[in-house]
Each structure stands twice: as structure tokens, then as C-alpha cells.
């Protein structure tokens, strides 16, 4: 069974460590209005590039094999996520369970061969 | 140490209450102090092994280097660029470090010694990891510049990317230990090579798959020679090239407690965590949690001695050893131990 | 009693950042109220007993098909004003479509109160096993009972894959820094060097 008091501390861990991140970021900014460090300018808070204004749109860039790869991910992810529940009940499943588990990895493994022969994994 | 608070005279539910916040921040100081003392050991031991001498200025061997730094970054002005979106380029470092400390939460630092004790500890550990990406990337757009961009597009794909072969070979762990529970897969180490040595490192099986988790640790945390995202030739300083102050020294404390966090992990799924690297009862004076801190410390030095002589991956070579080596090479091992084992009888 | 606070915060925070998650102007910021709404509900797995379930939610739905929509909204060159003439262009077609979810959401609702669907009827099969984890539960119902339609998830996914990659893969481009590892290792010093000794003012025969 599922013991919810174990879960309860991740939640106040969760408020405590936002909490602290969220202090060290805000803290030195009040801090640096104290001491007058703050102090900004035009030049300052432009975005770097090696000393002249940029030339274009740094969003615009587009390279669809980053697509690729997030999708071949979500894929082995999910492989994984189906593997979780099958490693720990082994032992009630048995040989059936195991060889099913086998025809699964075989058909991703047809897939990750496929990606492969298609030259989806290599990146130049 | 619930019991402890109760004893003092507090209810059940205040003495619970109390206990727990006290040993969060016994998990997250000393971590954050532990993460100063390492980046200067990091420092230390790059120079040692390119004959300099390191940080040797503030306080006696320089050991106080690290919090000189930190006490000058906190001094400095933040600067949030005019071209970023304000409010996301300053949660990025938030989530960056919560995400970093979060993960602590189910490490298991003695028998019984850890702050949730869940069943799917390595899953939330697997979990929590993957939020990583969400730092980088948001700090990288919000930064609106090019150099952070790239850089950012590129951690991730490079975190993912491995992502995929630590997932299997935790698989391969949990089919040996046959629980999710960080303390059961610990438990199941006891012994585990010819009856003695307490790790499943001792395993010829489990060897091979001990190795590519070293190696994708490396790469996940993107430390050298999968350190891409900084490759200060081409990219700058990489996603974190518009910060200062603070903001960007949390991104520095986050990798490098995860950095601590991946070498805890290798400890504590092929090492035997806080048990001895012997099964031999002199050995179990020593308390356990000083086990796995000098467990810990060792992986942390491999990790130094690998930046210190291996040079840098190129983008292709890097993607090439995710995909076409690492996945196949542990989907195979899933089959091989899942074979053996039942072929053995290990679930009768 | 901290449970059911618990169960409000999550569930507000899902119904919030879904709104949001529609309501936000910037598709990045969209993305990341959705992110935030999968999280509580994670959350809300937790509570309700589902642990599995709740770090499967974070590990595949936040940690990897979000980070597929934050590619795609990142790297897009998204024009706002384009976005609002198709906006209003495609009005007819949102209304239609929200009417259609209007009439399923009523008709599902009374389907229900009809009396003539019984959910989950907890006849006791569905119990989860004595002493086990509701992982290990998991795995005993899929790959016992439920083992064709977990390999027709494996068909899926297979499917998924090779559209995935007929859909985004330019066809074979010259390969650049294509390198052969194994021959790189396998070379020897005397394969690429020789020991000459020229006479002098004769140079070297290449």
C-alpha cells in the first residue's frame, strides 16, 4: 500500500527548496539596490554577441532533427515506462510474461533498426 | 527523531512536523556546503594533475575559495537583459537549483536514514532528473539571444538523448533487486559477489551496464567530455552566458549537486551504498553514512581525473554514442539478465 | 485533514494552470502552465493512491512529450499577428468544434445519470494484490490479462516511429566528420611513419 505520510515530506521539501532558490535569486537584487551596485544601462542589458548589435532574430533558427530526436525519445521513454512494472513482477507473470515482454522489445527493436538504416540517428 | 521532538513534550503530528523540516535542511546545508567544498576539490585536483597549484589564496590552503566567490557573486547586480522575458529568466535558476536539491528527498544516507522512504524512490529519482531539461531550456529562450539558445537546444537534446540509457540500465538494476525502494536495491547488494563483496558491481553481467552509467552520468550532467553546452570556443559561455549574481551561481550549484547526486547514484546502484565495500563485520563500525560519503568522494574524483585528461566530444560523436551504442548495448542486457534470471529460478 | 487540503491545492493548481495554459498569449508560456498543470496531477495521483502512476505522469508527460512541444513552440518563428488572423479566420470551426464537445459533454453526462452505465464497479476483481506494490499489480494485470493490447502498444509505438521518421528525415545528405572508430584505434605508428635519412641538400623522395 501506498503510504501517503512518506510523500509528505517531498512536499515540504519542494516549498522549502523553491523557497531558499527563490531567496539567493531575489536576496542580491535588493542587496545590489543597497550597496548601489545596481546600476544599469542601455549597453548593459543588451544581449551578447561579440560587441555589435545582432543581426537577427535569435528565436528563428529551426532544425527539425531536434523534432527527431524528441520524438525517438518520447518512444524509448515509454518502452522504458512499460518495462518499470514488468522487472518488479517477474515472479507473477512467469515465462509467458517474459516472452511477451521479448515480442514488445523485438518490435522496437525493428523500429530502432529502421532508424538506423535510415541514417535518422546519425547527425553531422 | 520524530520520537526525539515527542520526547520534548510535543504532540505527535508537531513532533512529525518538526522532524522533518529539521532533517530537510540536514539534507540541504550541508549539501549546499558540500557543493562549495567540491567545486574547490574540483579545482584542486584539475590543477594538481596539470602541475599548478589551484586556489591557494583565501584562508589555509585556499579552502575558504569558494565562499569568497559566492560572497562576491552575491554582491553583484543582476543584470536581466532588456531583450528577455523578465519573469522566466529568473525562475529558470529557481527551478534549476530546486530541481538539483529536490532529488535528495529518497537518497538513503544509512539504514532507515532517509527522508521518504517511497517504493518508486529510483522512479521519482528519474523523475525529478528529467526536470533538469526545463532549466536549461527556459533560461536559454528567456535569455533571447543566440549563443544561450544553442546552447540550451543543444543540452537538451544531449540530456534526453542519454536520458534513454540510464532508463534502461536502472531496469537492468531493479530486475536484479527487484524493487523500485532505494533501500531494497542497497539491501540486495549485501553479499552479492561470491557471498562477500557488497555491490553489484561484482557481477559480470551487471559490469558492463555499471559502465555505461558511469559514462552517461557524465554526459547527463554534462560535464567534461560531454561538456557541449559550454564549449566556450563556439558558444560562449553556453545557456548561462546572459546571467550574473546569483542567478548564475545557482546554475553552477545545481550542476554541481547533481553532478554529487549522479555520483551518490553510481554508489548507490553498483556500490552498496552505505554498506561496506565488504560484507565482514569489523567493517560495519564505521557508520554507514561515512560509507557512502567516501563513496561518493570517489566517484566525484573520477569524475575530476576524467575532465582533468579526457578531451572534449564532438556534437556527432556524442549523439552517436547515445543512440547507436549505449541504447542498443543495454536493451541487450535487458534481455541477457531478464533471461538469466529466469532461466536461473530467481522468481520462484 | 492534510490530505484533503492537499487534494484542493492540486486540484485548483490543475484547473488554474489549464486555464492558463489556454489563456496565455506566448504558446512558450502555454506550454509551461501545461507542464505545471501535469505536475498537480501528478499530485492528485499521489493522493489517490496511484504512485506509479503519478511518476510515470512526471517522467513521460513532463519529461519527455513536453519537451517535444517546447522544441516545437521554441523553434517555431511564431508571428503573433499571423497567429490572430488565423484566429479569426478559423472562429467558425472553433465554435463548431466547441459545440460538438458541448453536445458529447451533455450527452455523456446524462448517459451517466441514466443509470445505464455502471463505472468501475467494484465487484473486488480489480483489487490491487495483497502485500504487493501497486507497480508490481500493474505488471501482473498487463502482462497477464491484458497482454494483446500491450503488445498492440508496442505496434503503436512502432507505427509512431517509422512516421516520425518518414515525416521529418530529409533523405541521405553528405555526411560530414563520418568516422571510423575502430580503424582510427587499429592504426599503428608504423603505418603512417617512416624513418628516412636524407642526404644532405637531397631532400625527401614523398
Given amino acids: ?67 527527431l530526436i524528441a520524438i525517438l525519445f518520447i518512444i524509448f521513454d515509454l518502452e522504458a515506462a512499460f518495462l518499470f512494472p514488468w522487472a518488479v513482477s517477474l515472479d507473477l507473470t512467469g515465462w509467458p510474461g517474459w516472452i511477451t515482454m521479448m515480442v514488445f522489445l523485438f518490435e522496437l527493436a525493428v523500429g530502432l533498426a529502421y532508424a538506423w538504416k535510415k541514417g535518422a540517428l546519425e547527425w553531422e | 527523531m520524530t520520537a526525539f521532538f515527542e520526547s520534548l513534550g510535543m504532540t505527535y503530528g508537531w513532533a512529525w512536523f518538526v522532524a522533518t523540516v529539521a532533517g530537510i535542511l540536514l539534507i540541504a546545508l550541508p549539501l549546499m556546503l558540500a557543493v ?29 575559495q569558494s565562499f569568497a566567490d559566492g560572497l562576491k557573486v552575491f554582491l553583484q547586480e543582476t543584470i536581466v537583459p532588456s531583450a528577455a522575458n523578465k519573469g522566466l529568466f529568473l525562475i529558470a535558476p529557481i527551478i534549476t537549483f530546486t530541481v538539483a536539491l ?21 522512479l521519482y529519482i528519474l523523475a525529478i532528473s528529467s526536470l533538469g531539461v526545463y ?41 536484479w533487486a527487484g524493487s523500485f525502494n532505494l533501500n531494497a536495491i542497497i539491501e540486495a547488494q549485501r553479499g552479492h559477489g561470491l557471498g562477500i563483496v557488497n555491490g553489484f558491481f561484482f557481477n559480470l553481467l551487471l559490469f558492463p551496464m555499471w559502465v555505461v552509467f558511469l559514462i552517461s552520468s557524465l554526459a547527463e550532467t554534462a560535464r567534461a567530455p560531454f561538456d557541449l553546452t559550454e564549449a566556450e570556443s563556439e558558444l560562449v559561455a553556453g545557456y548561462q552566458t546572459e546571467y550574473s549574481s546569483m542567478s548564475f551561481a545557482l546554475f553552477w550549484l545545481g550542476e554541481y549537486a547533481n553532478v554529487l547526486l549522479m555520483c551518490a547514484l553510481n554508489a548507490i546502484l553498483f556500490f552498496g551504498g552505505w554498506l561496506p565495500p565488504l560484507d565482514w563485520a569489523p567493517l560495519y563500525i564505521i557508520p554507514g553514512w561515512l560509507w557512502l560519503f567516501a563513496k561518493i568522494f570517489f566517484f566525484f574524483f573520477v569524475f575530476s581525473w576524467v575532465k582533468a585528461t579526457v578531451p572534449r566530444f564532438r556534437y556527432d560523436q556524442l549523439m552517436r554514442l547515445g543512440w547507436k551504442v549505449f541504447l542498443p548495448l543495454s536493451l541487450i542486457f535487458v534481455v541477457l539478465i531478464s533471461g538469466y534470471l529466469m532461466a536461473t529460478g530467481h522468481f520462484a | ?42 499530485g492528485l495521483m499521489v493522493i489517490a493512491g496511484a504512485e506509479f502512476i503519478a511518476m510515470l505522469l512526471i517522467i513521460v508527460y513532463v519529461g519527455a512529450i513536453a519537451v517535444l512541444f517546447l522544441f516545437v513552440v521554441m523553434m517555431l518563428d511564431i508571428d503573433f499577428a499571423e497567429l490572430r488572423a488565423g484566429f479569426m479566420k478559423n472562429f467558425p470551426l472553433g465554435i463548431l468544434i466547441a459545440l460538438v464537445l458541448l453536445a458529447e459533454l451533455v450527452l455523456g453526462v446524462g448517459a451517466y445519470r441514466a443509470g445505464a452505465l455502471h463505472l468501475g464497479t467494484p465487484d473486488g476483481s480489480a483489487a490491487p494484490l495483497l502485500g504487493r506494490s501497486n507497480i508490481e499489480s500493474i505488471g501482473a494485470l498487463l502482462y497477464g490479462r491484458y497482454l494483446f493490447l500491450f503488445e498492440s502498444a508496442g505496434i503503436i509505438l512502432l507505427v509512431a516511429m517509422i512516421g516520425a521518421i518518414v515525416l521529418t528525415h530529409r533523405g541521405a545528405r553528405a555526411v560530414r566528420g563520418q568516422q571510423n572508430i575502430s580503424k582510427q584505434i587499429a592504426r599503428k605508428p608504423s603505418e603512417a611513419t617512416v624513418n628516412t635519412r636524407p642526404e644532405v641538400g637531397q631532400g625527401v623522395e614523398l
Fill in chain 2, 135 to 175: 532549466g536549461v531550456v527556459i533560461s536559454g529562450w528567456a535569455s533571447n539571444s543566440k549563443y544561450p539558445f544553442f546552447s540550451a537546444m543543444r543540452a537538451a537534446a544531449q540530456m534526453i538523448s542519454y536520458e534513454v540509457s540510464i532508463g534502461f540500465v536502472l531496469i537492468c538494476v531493479v530486475l
Fill in chain 1, 1 to 67: 500500500m501506498v503510504d501517503l505520510e512518506q510523500y509528505l515530506p517531498i512536499l515540504i521539501f519542494l516549498l522549502i527548496a523553491g523557497g531558499l532558490s527563490a531567496a539567493f535569486v531575489f536576496l542580491p537584487m535588493g542587496v545590489a539596490r543597497l550597496t548601489g551596485t545596481h546600476n544599469p544601462s542601455a549597453e548593459k542589458l543588451s544581449e551578447y554577441e561579440c560587441g555589435f548589435p545582432a543581426f537577427e532574430d535569435p528565436r528563428s533558427q529551426f532544425d527539425v532533427r531536434f523534432y
Fill in chain 3, 1 to 42: 485533514m492534510i490530505q484533503t487540503i492537499a487534494f484542493y491545492l492540486f486540484a485548483a493548481m490543475v484547473i488554474a494552470s489549464g486555464a492558463f495554459t489556454i489563456l496565455a498569449r506566448n504558446p512558450v508560456h502555454s506550454v509551461l502552465w501545461l507542464i505545471l498543470a501535469f505536475f498537480n496531477a501528478a
Fill in chain 2, 102 to 122: 529536490m532529488a535528495w528527498a529518497v537518497i538513503p544516507f544509512n539504514s532507515g536514514a532517509v527522508l521518504a522512504d517511497i517504493n518508486v524512490g529510483l
Fill in chain 2, 36 to 64: 562549495a567544498m567540491i567545486i574547490y576539490v574540483d579545482r584542486k585536483i584539475w590543477a594538481a594533475m596539470a602541475l599548478r597549484k589551484g586556489p591557494n589564496v583565501v584562508g589555509p590552503f585556499g579552502l575558504l
